[in-house]
């Protein structure tokens, strides 16, 4: 039995999740980590253990990422309780050899919170327990602010991404790179409530990795179906899910066969040899293989085809050592990770942030879970962002991937116009 499981041992209240999630909403700096009830609603055909385990907690300790890279300590199992990593896309530039821009809006590299005291929820078994000495959940709700009407508003034309999208394929038919992740910024408008937003998002788009965090002036809201990596330490498995492969979804519509659309089958596996070789840089030996090939899943408004590719820990690489070989997650940026990250910084309006990182939750038995942060809100000096991208190969078409880009954007206009 793992630490979790060990923890998260009660019956979760009769009373909804989200009201007794948000009773833990009492102080600042907070951390929620809300918790999914599987990987994906409905249709799914990938296996894997995907963000079962949430957490409500505030932090014991915060510490900033001033500077680019991966600390190899932020990535050691914690002594008790758990530990919270946020990493921003740009702490990946030094790791393909980049110099980094700065990250938008005043933020930082990365933030970790150590976490002693709290809450874990067990999305799976519906069962929860505490960690050191939290505070009690019980007692009346505080008054938290409640959401819009919001407006989302794109931060430049259809026709300037349209450009963007054509100067990625001139790259690509130039044979300079095979695909790139190219991204479109829209800012929020309207009464806020990022923790509101963040409950409102997780009933609404059951995803694996809805996430809340919030310290000094920033707030993550993420709303992400694509984990990063999970680590198993009992076995020392690794496990990345690349997400890569988008349709509409509409109700009572046809299930789509993305697997025989050339171009979105094409857009996968391109991903997915990437991150075959990024696990092997880290791995034992004859160890790595993929699990399942684009399995499909359905989310609010978009189905996406999801693989799981498997390593083994070499017994001489560390939990750090995985993180500089496979961030930024490949399906963010292209390929090759290097040209195409380099091809992305110039085509993209500003830096992405803590969009497109990843968050990670590691135990003190050395289990270790994480996301990458796509369908994710920032709140910074800017306000509040919603950034959305999709991949670019020779196949693309602009219009189609402007498209695809409004459906992966459309649970939050429907939450934030319903509210």
Same mark, same amino acid.
């Given at each position: 039995?793992?630490? @979790? ?25 907070? @951390? ?13 055909? &990938? ?6 385990? !949430? ?14 890279? =991966? ?11 758990v530990r919270v990593v946020a990493l921003g896309y740009e702490a990946g530039y ?10 938008? !809006? ?37 008054? =938290? ?14 026709? /300037? ?19 790139? $992740? ?22 609404? $788009? &059951? *995803? ?14 993420? /709303? ?27 109700? /009572?519509?046809?299930?789509? /066969? ?18 075959? $070789? ?9 160890? &790595? ?6 399995? @499909?899943? %359905?989310?609010? !408004? &978009? ?30 940026? %292209? ?43 920032? *709140? ?40």
């Amino acid at each position: 039995m793992t630490w @979790l499981e060990e923890v998260a041992c009660l019956p979760l209240p009769p009373t909804p999740w989200e009201s007794w999630i948000r009773a833990g909403a009492q102080s600042s700096p907070f @951390l929620a980590l809300l918790p999914g009830v599987g990987a994906a609603p409905g249709q799914s055909r &990938v296996g894997g253990e995907r963000g079962r385990f !949430g957490v409500v907690a505030e932090p014991t300790r915060v510490e900033v990422l001033t500077e680019p890279g =991966v600390k190899p300590h932020w990535f050691e199992p914690p002594t008790m309780g758990v530990r919270v990593v946020a990493l921003g896309y740009e702490a990946g530039y030094p790791l393909v050899f980049l110099p980094p821009p700065s990250p938008p !809006g005043g933020q930082p590299f990365g933030v970790l919170f150590d976490c002693e005291h709290g809450w874990i929820i067990d999305g799976l078994r519906r069962c929860y327990g505490q960690f050191g000495s939290p505070p009690s959940l019980a007692g009346p709700l505080p008054d =938290v602010s409640r959401l819009g009407p919001m407006t989302i508003a794109p931060q430049d034309t259809d026709q /300037n991404h349209i450009e963007r999208i054509q100067q990625a394929l001139r790259y690509i038919s130039e044979g300079e790179i095979y695909q790139a $992740n190219l991204a479109r910024t829209y800012q929020l408008h309207g009464p806020w409530s990022g923790l509101d937003l963040a409950l409102a998002l997780a009933t609404r $788009n &059951v *995803v694996a990795h809805a996430a809340y965090l919030r310290w000094d002036n920033f707030e993550i809201v993420s /709303n992400s179906m694509e984990t990063f990596l999970t680590y198993e330490p009992v076995q020392g498995v690794l496990s990345s899910f690349p997400i890569k492969g988008t349709a509409e979804r509409v109700p /009572n519509g046809a299930t789509p /066969n993305l697997q025989a659309d050339e171009k979105e089958r094409a857009e996968h596996l391109m991903i997915v040899d990437l991150v075959r $070789n990024d696990l092997g840089r880290v791995a034992a030996p004859g160890s &790595v293989e993929v699990e399942v090939l684009m399995g @499909l899943e %359905g989310f609010h !408004g &978009v189905y996406h085809a999801t693989s799981m590719v498997n390593a083994t820990l070499s017994k001489s690489r560390t939990m750090a050592d995985a993180v500089r070989a496979l961030f930024p997650g490949g399906s963010i940026t %292209g390929a090759p990770k290097r040209r195409a990250m380099s091809i992305i910084r110039d085509l993209e309006v500003a830096s992405r942030g803590f969009f497109t990182g990843s968050i990670f939750l590691l135990t003190p038995d050395g289990y270790v879970s994480s996301s990458i942060l796509i369908r994710t809100v920032l *709140v910074d000096e800017r306000g509040a962002t919603l950034t959305v991208g999709g991949g670019i190969t020779i196949g693309s078409d602009p219009l189609r991937e402007l498209s695809e880009i409004n459906h992966k954007a459309a649970v939050f206009r429907d939450v934030l116009s319903t509210h």
